[in-house]
Structure formats: C-alpha cells, structure tokens
C-alpha cells in the first residue's frame, strides 16, 4: 500500500542523511556560480625528470575557495560538477587558462617545460571538445606536443565507441595522452593497443608503500616494465620521500611528481620555485635525496 511505503521511506530518512543531502545541495549551489564568480583557480604541481630531476612539465589541479564552504578539495567536487554537467564549462576553462599560462610563462624565459590537465569523462562526450583544445592552443600559441591530457581508465572503459574517435583526434592535434592513476581502474590492458596512449602515471597508492610492501613494489616494477615494453613513459605519482625517489630512479622510472620535489602551488610561487631551482645545480639535488 502505497501509503506504508511512503512511511517507510519517512523511517530511513534520518537526519544524518538529511544533513548530507543539505551539504550536497549547498556545494551545488554554491558551484554553479563559483566559475562567473572568479572562485576557481589553477595550482600547478612540478613533474621532474628520474634522472637529474629538471622540470619536464607542470599538471594543472583545480583549486575551489568559497566564501560559505571555505577551501573545497577537488575530490569534494569533481564529482558534483561531474553529476551537473558544470565539468563542461569548467573543464573547459581549465584548458584555456593551463594553455595561456604555460604561454605567459614562455614570455618571461621560463620555458622547457609542458603543461598537463585532468580530463573528465564528461568532457571526453562532448563533441566541442577537440575543437576547443585546438582553439586554446591556437590562442595561446603553445607548442601542440606542450600539452598534456590526463585521462583514467575508467574513462575509456566508459566511453569506449567514442573515446576511440576523441582521442584520435586530440593526438592529430598533437597533444600528449596520459594515463593517470594506473593501476587502480579495469585490469583490461586491451586499449593500450587501442588508443594512442604517450605515458603511464603510477597511481601514488602503489607509490606510497613501495618501500615497505614488496607487492607494491613488484607492481610498480611491472608498470615501468609494461610502459617501456609498450614504448611508453612512466611517471611516478605521490613520491614523497628521497628513498622512494632513488628507488624509482634506480627502475628507470622516467618521471617523478610529489611532495618530494614540491606540492601543487600557485602560478607566481611556482615562478619563484623554478627560478630559485633554475640557480642551484641539479647534481647536488640528486646526490642529496640518495639513501
Ligand atoms: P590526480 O590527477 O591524480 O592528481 C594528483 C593528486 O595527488 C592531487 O590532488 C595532488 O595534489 C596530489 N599529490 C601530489 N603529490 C602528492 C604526494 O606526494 N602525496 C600525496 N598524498 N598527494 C599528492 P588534488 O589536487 O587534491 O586533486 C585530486 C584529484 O582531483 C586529481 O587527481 C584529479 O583526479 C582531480 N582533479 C583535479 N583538478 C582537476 C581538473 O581540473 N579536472 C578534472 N576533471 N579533475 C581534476
Ligand atoms: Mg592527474
Ligand atoms: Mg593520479
Ligand atoms: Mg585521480
């Protein structure tokens, strides 16, 4: 009887879940205007070289401040702004301000180095998508091959009948295709053959006790074996310590991005960062993180 059900549905709707359904709705509130409102920002995090550790490039993350929620973590909403569709505009805003950043960089002799994004599976189904790339690369006169996209497995498991044709484009571009997070999405290794993939990022939960779990480990030796059988770079994610650095070197992992070497920041901070860097030499900073 439909009125029992509706009293049964009353008794599971507790305020605990009252509470998280208010929380959710007030972080969507507060999202769609947080773009117009000038409330999202870029940090950017350094990716360095196993060998020497220059700076190869930078990967773009989102930064949300709002004046009633404070500092939201990406992984608070990403996935709201994946549910809304406001990854669209977003997303799409993220590409456009990474491309003229790396561009106003160059301007100032920094330069060397690419810029990466996170892609989200929305983007990836809109078919605006490629053109836009093409447009904020054309605008900001960057290097194709100096931007990086970032991509999880999952999102080409999702996607497939499209991903194929996206991603094919984007590489006509010319920009670079990562995998990120490898490791933790389906075990299914059949679109590495499929997609024109340039590069595996080790997810950081295999990184983070490679040296005290030997499965953690022998997976990240097999990730590195797999990516250079496939002739493929491997980067490292969530390297925090100079052991962990060493040891990835010593595997010939490609390249290293963590806590290690710096945390996401700030266009003006990380300028000060690569400049500082820029005056001391490489071979110091090598010899000191070895165990
Ligand atoms: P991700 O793309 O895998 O980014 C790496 C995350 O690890 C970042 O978290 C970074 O701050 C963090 N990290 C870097 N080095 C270390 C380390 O040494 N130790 C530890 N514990 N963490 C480290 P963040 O910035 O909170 O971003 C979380 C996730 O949110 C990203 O994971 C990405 O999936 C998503 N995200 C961030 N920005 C964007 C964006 O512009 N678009 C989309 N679609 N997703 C984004
Ligand atoms: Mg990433
Ligand atoms: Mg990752
Ligand atoms: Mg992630």
Redo the contacts with the bound molecule.
Sequence with gaps: EAKGAGRDAARFYEPAIEQLVQQRLLLEQQLRHALQAGELSLHYQPRVRADGHGVVGVEALLRWHNAVLGEVPPAAFIPVAEETGLIRPIGAWVIEQACAQLAAWARQGLTGFGVSVNLSSVQLSEPGLVEHVRSCIAASGIAAHALEI?ITESLLMDNAPQADQQLAALKGLGVGLAI??FGTGYSSLAYLKRFSIDKL?I??SFVRDMLTDPTDLAIVRAIVALAHTLGLQVVA?GVETGHQAAQLASMACDELQGYCFARPMPAVQLERWLRTRGAQPQRRRAEAIRP
């Design positions: 970032e990120d997070d990022k997810d950081q994610e």
